[in-house]
């Protein structure tokens, strides 16, 4: 799939596909948003990706944000266990200190979740237009997840 456009068609299950499209990656980010479900925010993506039985577009689309999410969260919960570890180890040592790598880390928690988004929106608007876009790095991982579910090259 290159940065080329396709002819606006229909998805499997009757939608416009590039509506199709703008559910998986905003249905995910705004999940990703709510604390409790930010967790799950790759499953909207995913129930779109299984649902396409036709549209390669789609398809690659909804894996793209899958990977994207799970990134996304997989990040997270890293930086989040680093933070506790951190904040429990120093909290008697160093109280400052453990206060600014958390406040740090946060920082870049947050940092995270904004190029995530800014990708989701850039993803979304090209999706729109019936464009067929990578993400930096997650486009090429995602071709190859939604391969190993059977999506044409």
Not at 56 to 61: D, L, S, V, W
Not at 139 to 145: E, Y
């Amino acid at each position: 799939m290159s940065n080329n456009t396709v002819e606006p068609h229909k998805s499997s299950f009757g939608m416009d596909a590039n509506v199709a499209v703008l559910i998986a990656y905003l249905g995910g980010v705004i999940i990703s948003f709510i604390p409790g479900l930010r967790y799950i925010a790759w499953a909207v993506p995913l129930v779109v990706f299984f649902m396409e039985s036709q549209s390669q577009f789609i398809k690659f689309h909804a894996m793209q944000s899958f990977t994207l999410n799970l990134g996304g969260m997989i990040l997270g919960l890293i930086v989040s266990w680093v933070i506790g570890g951190i904040v429990t180890a120093m909290l008697f040592r160093s109280p400052g200190a453990s206060l600014g790598i958390a406040g740090f880390l946060t920082a870049l928690t947050t940092i995270i979740s904004i190029i995530i988004t800014i990708f989701a929106i850039i993803a979304v608007s090209k999706g729109w237009k019936y464009q067929e876009y990578k993400i930096p790095f997650i486009g090429n991982l995602a071709m190859k997840i939604a391969a190993m579910f059977g999506m044409k090259a």
